[in-house]
């Protein structure tokens, strides 16, 4: 079980879906979402030395108006010195670009890429910690 989870998504459909099914899985102590990642990145500097604030998990899209993920990406690993509390981050997207799979792969503070959809079953391991048998 995680305590926290984040949601940094523009679109506010899945952001409602997501945090259902999180909800029904009861796996997760909290759920937040971040309508944009500029967003995410001032709550993670404004809570950066309280552990109890920071995500366990955050699901960050790629595609997204005023900081993409990719730029959120580059501000996270700028603050992962100041944070008191390693997080999983995962990238989802509805894209199936080869490049963007690579990019993410190739980035350390980044866990995987799941493309949208999330199914229920990989969103309960990722919820469980039993994301190596789910993927």
């Known amino acids: 079980m995680v ?24 796996l997760a102590g909290e759920v937040k979402a971040f309508l944009n990642a500029e967003l995410a990145i ?8 309280e552990a109890a604030r920071l995500p366990d998990l955050m699901l960050v899209d790629i595609n ?17 010195p100041r944070l008191c509390k390693k997080t999983q981050i995962y990238m989802v997207s509805s894209s199936v670009n080869a490049s963007d799979i690579e990019r993410a792969k190739h ?5 995987d890429y799941i493309v949208k959809p999330i199914s229920r079953d990989l969103l309960h391991a990722l919820l469980s910690a039993d994301i190596k048998n789910a993927l």
């Open 107 to 111: 980035l350390s503070v980044v866990s």
């Open 42 to 49: 001032q709550e993670l500097e404004a809570a950066a030395a």
């Open 3 to 26: 305590e926290k989870v984040w949601v940094v998504d523009d679109d506010d459909i899945y952001q409602f879906t997501i945090r259902l099914e999180i909800e029904r899985t009861q």
């Open 64 to 80: 997204m108006p005023i900081m993409d993920g990719w730029e959120f990406l580059e501000r996270y690993r700028e603050l992962v």
